[in-house]
DNA sequence: ACCTGAACACCGTTCAAGT
DNA sequence: ACCTGAACACCGTTCAAGT
C-alpha cells in the first residue's frame, strides 16, 4: 500500500510527445550504460547514444540520482513482492532468511556500485531515491518481524541493523567481486548472528 | 618478519635530491587531499598544491593507487601491532573480537571510500597495495586462529569470510556516515555469527 | 514547453622540450 | 635523471538561442 503509493509520486504530469519520447529513450539508454559501465557511468555518452543534447539530460534529470530513480520504477514492487513470496512460503527461519537476504543482494547490485549509493540514500531523507530504499527497508522490517513473532530471532535484533549488514555484504562481494557461493557462505555468518540460540528464546 | 620485509620493498634505490623533496612533498599532500577528499581526489589538485607539474607526480606515481599505497608506509606494521596487542590482552573471545573488530574498521577507513578500494585490492594480487592487504589479512588470521584454539569460535568460520564482513560494516559505516555506537552494534552481530554457542564447541 | 549545442571549468594522462 | 607545462580527450554543468 504504502509502497505503491511511492511508485505512483513518478512523473505526474503527462508530457509533450517529443519530451515523453527524449525521457523514454533516456531512460533506456541509461538502463544499457549502467548495465556496461556501472552506477558512474558516463552521463555524457547516455545522452550522445541517446540522440540528444546533454542540457535534454538535465532537464529531466536534474542528478544523476534522479536518473537511477527513473530506472528503478518497478523495483520497489519487485521488492515488496519477493519478501511476501519469502514469508508466504512458510519455509523455518533460516530457509527463509537465506532466500530473502539472497534477494535483498540482488535487488540491491542492480548495477556495478549501486549498493553504496542506495544504502547511502537509506539514511538521507534528501536523496531523491530515499523512497524506494525506504520501500526495501520495510520490506525488510516486514521478513524480520514475521520471524520474531515465532521467536526465531535473537532479542536487539534491529530491521535496520540487519539490512546494513546484507548492505555490507553486497557493496563488499560486487567491489571484489566475489563467486555466489561464498556469498551465500557471508550470508550465512549474518544468519547465524542474528537467529535465537535453540536453547533460550 | 614477513610484514616487515613487505614494508622494506618500497623505495629501494636512493633519490636525487630535488626527486626525493617532490616524492615527500607529494605523499604529504596527498595525503591532506584524501583526508579532505576522500581516496578520490583529484590527483591534478594534489600536483598543483605540492607545487610540481602533473607529470612529476606520474613520474612517483603511475597509478592512484601507488600513491595510496606510498602513504600507508606503516600502516601494515600498525595493524599487525594492534593484533598483538589484542591477542596479548588476554580478554574472553567476545572482548577480544570487539576490540579487533573495531580496530580492523579504524584501519579500513584509513580515508573516504579506502575501505571498498582495500577490500578488493585483497583479492586482487596485480594491485600496488595488495601486500600491505595481505599483512591486514594475516593479522586477522592471526587472532582468529587465536580464538580457535580456546575453541571459542564456530566450526568452519573462514579467516577471509570474518575479513570481508568486517570490510563490509567499514564500507557502510563510512559511505552512509554511521555513528560510532552502531558500528559497535553491526560488529557485534558479526561476533554472534561466528563465536561458539556455549553449549556445544 | 522543450531542445540544441556552444561554452566553461575541471580532470586524467601523455610527451616533447628543457635542465 | 628528473622536471615542466602544453596538449589531448573526456566529463559534468550551464545557458543563450532557437522551434
Not at 555518452?45 to 541517446?50: E, F, P, T
Not at 540491491?108 to 531523507?125: E, F, N, Q, S, Y
Request: aromatic letters at 4%.
Amino acid at each position: 500500500m504504502t509502497a505503491a503509493a511511492s511508485e505512483l509520486t513518478e512523473p505526474v504530469k503527462p508530457l509533450r510527445a517529443d519530451a515523453q519520447r527524449n525521457y523514454d529513450k533516456l531512460v533506456e539508454t541509461a538502463r544499457e550504460v549502467f548495465a556496461e559501465r556501472g552506477t558512474e557511468g558516463s552521463l555524457d555518452q547516455i545522452a550522445k547514444r541517446a540522440g540528444v543534447g546533454p542540457g535534454t539530460l538535465y532537464r529531466h534529470f536534474p542528478t544523476r540520482e534522479d536518473l537511477i530513480g527513473a530506472l528503478m520504477r518497478d523495483w520497489s514492487a519487485r521488492v515488496v513482492a519477493d519478501s511476501e513470496a519469502v514469508i508466504g512460503a512458510g519455509l523455518p527461519a533460516r530457509e527463509t532468511l537465506q532466500r530473502w537476504f539472497l534477494a535483498l543482494v540482488e535487488h540491491l547490485t542492480l548495477h556495478r556500485g549501486a549498493a553504496v549509493t542506495l544504502t547511502a540514500a537509506m539514511d538521507d531523507p534528501g536523496s531523491p531515491i530515499h523512497g524506494k530504499c525506504q520501500a526495501l527497508a520495510a520490506a525488510n522490517r516486514h521478513v524480520l518481524d514475521h520471524l520474531a513473532e515465532d521467536g526465531a530471532l535473537r532479542k536487539g535484533v534491529e530491521a535496520r541493523q540487519v539490512m546494513r549488514l546484507v548492505s555490507g555484504v553486497a557493496t563488499i562481494a560486487d567491489a571484489a567481486g566475489i563467486p555466489p557461493d561464498e556469498v551465500e557462505s557471508l550470508l550465512g555468518i549474518v544468519i547465524d548472528g542474528i537467529v535465537a540460540d535453540p536453547a533460550g528464546g
